[in-house]
């Protein structure tokens, strides 16, 4: 195998298909970059999860296949100069040249290395990457750690007429994201659920541009397609939670606040609380007024949030880092909190334009003197 | 105790005593900050290796002092609103309030917090903070963390005429900075030792300002005086390095080049050394050029680097680290080498301007392969 290739686009593309790669397998060749080099140049990393394949601009003399061990291939490419680097390799042996500096190592065969999973395509929908970047990031940490329920471990995507909703629900809360798509091929509806993981990584691959991702439900897995990028994730199989009708609609108490004032008064009372100390946070909603409260045994604290709305009174707990969560992936600076009694849900809107996201917490019970 | 501050300067004052203060200790007071509110507000921590007090201008109503844990406390002045802060302690219990915001914690008695040596000033020394700074970050990097020589866990303060020099040493390497005081009292000559540890925390608390620190030897102490704060170390006792005697001035060998393409060069040839794979890096400095290579298991590296002067043919290896060290804390675009035989050590000095620097690192010795 020898080509040559820019410095700065290697260097991507390898950081690009790192984050599939395992820091450390049983499996040596999982724990490196598949390198194909053919009509174009690939780069795959595949944890047998989550594989994510990029293509490389190169300049191919000598077409070939083998494995380098992605964190030092990454590190050396990383750290040349910034110029035309050449890749040649022999028996597995593999010889870079940059510049003045040049570098021997040692690869594997690329026949240890797993092979990606073929994505029969059934429906395809087309988003802009900046779009499914915030959808994903303001969903994710609603995911359920819980491998007891492996269908909430992920996100569900339903694609039904121009709309993608991305759903999280981890049992003690929710997170809904709902934005138009540009097009779609397939089905009118469709939906499936995304490992986390994976979504983790579509995240980072996704760029701050308008330019559009293509998201591909296959018959057992899900392919993201991203510019030169393709991550490929097995879907999650069960059923996920009717969450409409999970979500109360109805509740008759409505406040509107500052997103960034809740936060920081959240912030501030929950000082009193660590990971040894729990305690749940204590909310009165008054006139115009909330009135957070927690007490552990290192001490008091208590704040007073400015709110528009009155909640007659109305007494609830929360765990006070699952209302963050939702306040700080909230995409508005002033939110609607809905409730309606002390025992049920908490669903936090956008107080103006399109209900494009929507938060529910469930609350925690009260003892006397928390 | 009753005293009323504004939030931004109780906040810095905190986290400036907070250097000294123990993050896990048998003594919980040592985890604590002490408050001493009198003519002033003092706030003191001391992990009883290093202190630090500082003085934060409050409006006291009522004296009196008390110890609080220094993480609590800091986390909750952090938090709390831009404002002016009351706080008030009846029986070690203390009550923070802020705007909407109010915390009551518990603190201890102060009586259990140990008291600051008493500095009797023998010599002082005074130049500006931003130069105490950098001689300090310049040469911190070469103290020795090797118990077994006590005295080279810290610097060398050699105070004489005008000029403070300051020189860290560990056995392989040393690094040496030279620069003009402001003023002196008390003798024309004097030198103590400060540890590395407390030499750290006066290089975080100096501000990139003109304005004087004092530097104050006291028979058995040593006090750093920047602005309101005030640090106190013991003094190391000891025989330090007879520095001048082990720095060859005469070797015959001079070279100059660009620091920082020196730097990347060994940067990049490193890459094959690691902590499990140690490896000399091979130097070879020939006529306006040095070779580096370095090999282990892992393969190998070779790299060029145009310098200016002629080496003939000399081959010597280096510890890559030290080198690099070296090269990173060198205040000059451009540096001289000065080199003599293979097994002799290798100096490296400003090319232009005074030798207000000066870094000596020891040879290893190379084997065939390596």
Excluded: W
């Amino acid at each position: 195998m020898k080509f040559t290739c820019e410095k700065a686009l290697l260097q991507a593309a390898i950081s690009t298909a790192s984050r599939a790669v395992s820091p450390k397998s049983s499996i040596p060749a999982l724990e490196g970059i598949l390198l194909e080099a053919g009509s174009d140049l690939r780069l795959t990393g595949y944890n047998l999860e989550t594989g994510i394949r990029t293509i490389v601009s190169a300049d191919i003399t000598e077409p070939g296949s083998m494995v380098l061990g992605a964190r030092l291939f990454g590190e050396i490419i990383r750290k040349l100069p910034d110029d035309i680097i050449t890749f040649q390799s022999a028996n597995y042996t593999v010889n870079i040249k940059c510049g003045m500096s040049e570098f021997n190592i040692m690869g594997t065969s690329s026949e240890e290395f797993p092979e990606l999973p073929s994505v029969e395509y059934q429906n395809t929908l087309f988003i802009p990457q900046s779009r499914l970047r915030s959808m994903i990031s303001q969903t994710l940490f609603a995911v359920s750690d819980n491998e007891s329920r492996p269908i909430h471990t992920g996100s569900l995507f339903e694609a039904e007429g121009d709309t993608l909703t991305v759903v999280s629900v981890d049992g003690y809360r929710l997170a809904l994201r709902r934005e138009p798509i540009d097009k779609k091929e397939g089905a009118d509806a469709f939906s499936f659920v995304v490992p986390g993981a994976a979504l983790s990584e579509v995240e980072k691959i996704c760029g701050d541009v308008d330019e559009d991702a293509s998201v591909i439900q296959g018959a057992r897995h899900v392919m993201f397609k991203v510019g030169n990028t393709m991550l490929v994730a097995r879907r999650l199989e069960g059923e996920f939670l009717a969450y409409r009708q999970a979500i109360p609609r109805n509740n008759p108490i409505r406040i509107e606040g500052d997103t960034r004032m809740l936060l920081s008064s959240i912030d501030r009372v929950s000082l009193i609380i660590s990971d040894k100390l729990k305690s749940p946070l204590r909310c009165i909603f008054d006139e115009n007024v909330l009135r957070l409260s927690t007490k552990t045994a290192i001490g008091d604290a208590n704040d007073i949030c400015p709110l528009n709305g009155n909640g007659g009174g109305l007494e609830i707990g929360f765990n006070n880092k699952y209302l963050m969560d939702a306040l700080k992936a909230a995409p508005a600076d002033r939110v609607r909190l809905e409730l309606s009694t002390g025992v049920s849900p908490c669903v936090i809107l956008p107080v103006e334009g399109e209900e494009n996201f929507l938060y529910m917490v469930l609350p925690v019970r009260l003892k006397a003197g928390e």
